[in-house]
């Protein structure tokens, strides 16, 4: 298992869920954040942005279906500009529903 985070433009969140949806992939988590990247914020006219709202999205899938996830975030929450986001891979050793006890994703 492995948990995808996703940092993502808020502006894209509701295509990135719906695709991923979409492609079978409906439980998440969705975090509202700030933060910046590389370019160190925006600057506009006078005004320094150094901290940017943005979404982190949380999804837990089986390994086999890590590339197809991420395929499906970067292709919608692409822009073409600077800020688009970030996409992580961590490993999850277990994952347990509290409901059920049930363990797995």
């Known amino acids: 298992m492995k948990l995808v985070k996703a940092i993502v433009r808020p502006e894209k969140v509701d295509d990135v869920v719906d695709a991923l949806n979409n492609e079978g992939f409906p439980a998440f988590t969705k975090i509202d954040v700030v933060g910046r ?34 395929d499906v975030i970067k292709e919608n929450a692409y822009t073409g500009n600077f800020g688009d986001g970030k996409i992580f891979i961590q490993p999850i050793e ?7 006890g049930e363990k797995g994703i």
């Open 37 to 70: 990247g590389k370019q160190g914020g925006i600057k506009v006219g006078e005004y320094v942005y150094d901290e940017l709202p943005k979404t982190l999205l949380l999804i837990a899938v089986n390994d086999e279906d890590v590339a197809k996830v991420v």
């Open 94 to 100: 277990e994952a347990y529903t509290i409901r059920t």
